[in-house]
């Protein structure tokens, strides 16, 4: 897996009016010495943010912490639709989706970071869902019965069952 951190570099797909990407992980795949095998390459894009540009909390190392956790949850995430599925869920933020983005659940929700202050400085890691939120666990069998990592209160249960969609 490679990683690649940026300074304040904020990209957008398709509007440029639309910002910001802050993040996102990915893999190529080129073929392998037998028609049978193929080697894939990870790797993920993250921008160090400055604190306070986005505003108190979301900084530093946010996008990186929620991209590292993403990209080994879900390694193979394409534009083509290839990643580890899951069954539909709705986050308390409002994204539907059915791939296991553990960042996502919890992005833009108060307390999506834990601080965490290391020789001076304090870093903002995103807080991260667990696997029994994706498998609609009652009660979670995490530590603690937790739905999400570091912060335990941020989710405090699974996600409601969906249909296709949310809808």
Do not use: K
Request: proline letters at 10%; charged letters at 10%; a negative charge.
């Amino acid at each position: 897996m490679s990683s690649f951190l940026f300074p304040n570099v904020f990209l957008y797909f398709g509007d440029p009016s639309n910002c910001c990407v802050i993040g996102f992980h990915s893999y190529d795949f080129e073929p392998g010495s037998t028609p049978s095998t193929e080697l894939r390459y990870v790797a993920n894009y993250s921008s160090w943010i400055t604190p306070g540009l986005f505003g108190d909390g979301f900084a530093d190392v946010t996008a990186l912490s929620h991209e590292i956790a993403e990209t080994y949850n879900d390694p193979f995430v394409a534009s083509d639709g290839v990643h580890n599925i899951t069954p539909w869920w709705l986050s308390p933020n409002g994204n539907c989706q059915d791939n296991l983005e553990t960042g996502d659940v919890v992005e833009g929700l108060p307390n999506a970071t834990y601080p965490v202050t290391m020789n001076g400085f304090t870093y903002h890691p995103q807080n991260e869902a667990l696997l029994p939120y994706f498998e609609f666990e009652q009660p979670s069998t995490a530590i603690d019965h937790a739905y999400s990592y570091p912060n335990e209160s941020v989710l405090t249960g699974p996600s409601p069952l969906q249909n296709p969609g949310c809808q």
